[in-house]
C-alpha cells in the first residue's frame, strides 16, 4: 500500500520504517529540514536501537520531504504522528494536529484515503481532525467533500527504547473507525503484523511465545480512550510500587523482595512494578494530566491518578531529602547525576527526572556534574542553561565527588569499575536510584549504599 507518515518523531518514524520495512511504499513528511536531511541520508534523528539497520533495509522504499504535495494525494493511508505537549492547564495542545491535518486536507486527492491518528489525543479529537480535514479539503477544492477520506484512530503503545520490536511484534494493535471500508484497509495495511507472517529481521527475531496479534477493533471514543487508560494504569503501577516503598524503607522490609512476592501473581504481574526515582518521558505525565483535564470537563474527579502523579513527583523530590539526611549541607558539595535520559536506550529528555533533580540541587548550592552515555550530544543542544554541568567521562562525575546518584539504569552504568570510581571520591556515596546496583558488593568496596527507601 501507498503510506504517508506525518511527523518523522519515534511515533511517526517507527511507524514509517516498521512498514517499509514489510513491503508497503512509505513517504514520511516532516516540518524539520534538518530531520528529513538527516533521514534522506539514511541517519536517523533519534536513538533507538536498530532504527540505523531498519533504515538501512527499508531504503527503497522510503521517502523523506516536508512536501505535502509530494507525500499525500497518492497515499491510500495517511498516519498523523505530531507531538501534542501537555499545557500548563494539563490539556494537550493540539495546534501541531490542527496544522497537520489542515495540510492533509489541502491535499488529500485519492479516491479513498485513510487518515490514521496516531498522536495521543483527547476523547473526540478524531472528529475535530475530521471536520478540520473537511473544512481544508472543501476550502482548496471549493467542493464539498464526497466520501474521500475517513478518520481512523489508531493509538501507539510503543515503548521509546524498544520501539521496532513492539511496533512488529506488539501485544494488540487498537483501531478505532466508524467506516467499515477503512478497517478493512486497516486490517491488510496491517496483516503482516497480526498474522506473524514476515520473515524478520536477522538483527530482531520475533519472540518465541508469539502467535498472532489481537486486532481490538472499537468505535472511535473508546480508541481514544484505551490510550490514556493504558498509559495511566502504567503510571499508578510504577507509583503504587514507590508507595509501598517508602512504607518497607519504614518498616525495614525490602521492597525488591515484596515487588518480587506480589508481581508473581499472575493477576498481578511483575512489569512496571520496580520501585524508584518514578517515570518520567513525554508520555505518563503528560497523559495523565490531560486524562484528569477531559474528566474535569465533564465535572469528574479522578483521585487515583491524580495521587499517581504526586506520589512521582515525590520521588524526584525525595533524592534531595535523602542526599540532605546524609550530607546534612547541600550547599558545595559536589554531586554527580548518572543518566539524563529519562529511561535507558533511548536519548528523549523530555520530562527527565535527572534535569529536575539537577536543577533542585543547583537551587541548594550544589555543584552538579551530569553524564550519559547517550543522550549527551542532545542534551547540549536541548538544555543550554545545564551545559556547564556535563561531564565527558563518567570517572569526572565521581572524581572529588560527596555523593553520586544513579538516575538512569543504564547497562553502561551497572558495569562501571565501581572499585576505581570509589577510590576518586571524597566520601563514597552512593544513591541508588534505581533498585538496580547490588548493595552488598559496593559496600563491601566501601560505599556508603543508599536507596529511596532506606535499604
Ligand atoms: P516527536 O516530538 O518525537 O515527533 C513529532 C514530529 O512531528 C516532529 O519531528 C515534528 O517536527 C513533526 N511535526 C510537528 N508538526 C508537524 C506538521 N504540521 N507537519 C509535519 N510534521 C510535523 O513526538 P513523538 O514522541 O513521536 O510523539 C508523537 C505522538 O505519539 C504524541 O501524541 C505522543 O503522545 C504519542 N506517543 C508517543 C510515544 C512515545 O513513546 N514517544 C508512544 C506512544 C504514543
Known amino acids: ?124 479529537s478524531s472528529n475535530w481532525v475530521d471536520s478540520i480535514l473537511r473544512e481544508s479539503f472543501e476550502r482548496t477544492h471549493e467542493r464539498r467533500s464526497d466520501g474521500e477520506f475517513s478518520v481512523a484512530s489508531n493509538p501507539e503503545f510503543l515503548r521509546q527504547g524498544a520501539a521496532i520490536q513492539d511496533t512488529l511484534y506488539p501485544d494488540r494493535i487498537v483501531v478505532g473507525s466508524d467506516n467499515p471500508r477503512s478497517l478493512d484497509v486497516l486490517n491488510r495495511l496491517y496483516r503482516e503484523i497480526l498474522n506473524q507472517t514476515f520473515t524478520p529481521p536477522t538483527y530482531l527475531p520475533r519472540p518465541g511465545e508469539l502467535g498472532a496479534v489481537p486486532m481490538v477493533s472499537t468505535d472511535l471514543a473508546s480508541a481514544e480512550l484505551i490510550k490514556y487508560a493504558a498509559n495511566a494504569f502504567l503510571a499508578l503501577k510504577i507509583s503504587f510500587a514507590n508507595e509501598i516503598g517508602q512504607l518497607a524503607g519504614k518498616v525495614g522490609a525490602d521492597i525488591s523482595q515484596v515487588t518480587r512476592g506480589i508481581g508473581l501473581d499472575t493477576r498481578i504481574g511483575p512489569r512496571f512494578l520496580q520501585p524508584g526515582i518514578g517515570w518520567g518521558g513525554s508520555c505518563f505525565g503528560k497523559d495523565t494530566a490531560a486524562l484528569i483535564a477531559t474528566a474535569a470537563d465533564y465535572h469528574h474527579s479522578m483521585p487515583i491518578v491524580t495521587a499517581a502523579r504526586e506520589v512521582n513527583q515525590l520521588q524526584r523530590r525525595l533524592v534531595v531529602d535523602r542526599l540532605l539526611d546524609e550530607l546534612r549541607i547541600l550547599k558545595g558539595r559536589r554531586i554527580g547525576l548518572l543518566g539524563l535520559a529519562f529511561k535507558p536506550n533511548t536519548d528523549d529528555m523530555r520530562d527527565a527526572p535527572a534535569l529536575d533533580i539537577a536543577r533542585m540541587l543547583i537551587d541548594r548550592g550544589a555543584r552538579v556534574r551530569l553524564h550519559d552515555p547517550v543522550a549527551a550530544e542532545r542534551f547540549r543542544r536541548e538544555q543550554p542553561d545545564l551545559v556547564p554541568h556535563l561531564a565527558d567521562e563518567v570517572e569526572d562525575v565521581f572524581d572529588d565527588s560527596d555523593a553520586v546518584v544513579l538516575v538512569t539504569e543504564w547497562s553502561q552504568y551497572l558495569d562501571l569499575d565501581w572499585a576505581k570510581l570509589a577510590s576518586l571520591m571524597r566520601t563514597p556515596v552512593i544513591l541508588d536510584g534505581r533498585h538496580c546496583l547490588d548493595p552488598q558488593r559496593l559496600t563491601k568496596l566501601g560505599y556508603r549504599y543508599l536507596s529511596l527507601t532506606g535499604r
Request: negative net charge; hydrophobic residues 40%.
Open 1 to 124: 500500500m501507498r503510506v504517508c507518515v506525518v511527523g518523522t518523531g519515534y511515533v511517526g518514524l517507527t511507524t514509517g520504517v516498521s512498514l517499509a520495512f514489510l513491503g508497503h511504499d512509505v513517504t514520511c513528511v516532516d516540518l524539520d529540514q534538518a530531520k528529513v536531511d538527516l533521514l534522506a541520508g539514511g541517519r536517523s534523528p533519534i536513538y533507538e536501537p536498530h532504527m540505523d539497520a531498519l533504515l538501512a533495509d527499508s531504503a527503497e522504499r522510503m521517502t523523506f520531504t516536508t512536501d505535502y504535495s509530494i507525500a499525500v494525494p497518492d497515499a491510500d493511508v495517511v498516519f498523523i504522528a505530531v507531538q501534542t505537549p501537555s499545557l500548563p492547564d494539563g490539556n494537550p495542545d493540539l495546534k501541531y494536529l490542527r496544522s497537520a491535518a489542515e495540510s492533509v486536507g489541502k491535499h488529500i486527492s485519492g479516491e479513498f484515503t485513510v487518515v490514521i491518528n496516531k498522536s495521543t489525543v483527547p476523547i473526540g
